[in-house]
């Protein structure tokens, strides 16, 4: 049986926070308003904050996992 890592994803009330560490990356992924599907990887927070999402999720990877920052649901 697999273990489960912990998030790094800290959440005090509606903020989320994180420490960035090098190496960490970020991802967004989702669909756009016709339905295609899209996959965008950023080296920092601010790039991957800057799009603006209709259905989507936006994750930051470390040591290879994924982890949610923030999902959208429209």
Partial sequence: MATKIKSPIIKDGPQKGWTHLEGDRYAVTGTDVK????????????????????????????????????????
């Fill in 35 to 74: 339905g295609k599907k899209f996959s965008l990887e950023f080296d920092n927070w601010p790039q991957a904050q800057g799009i603006n999402l209709y259905r989507g999720t936006k994750w930051l990877i470390r040591d290879g996992h994924r982890h949610i920052i923030t999902r959208v649901y429209n």
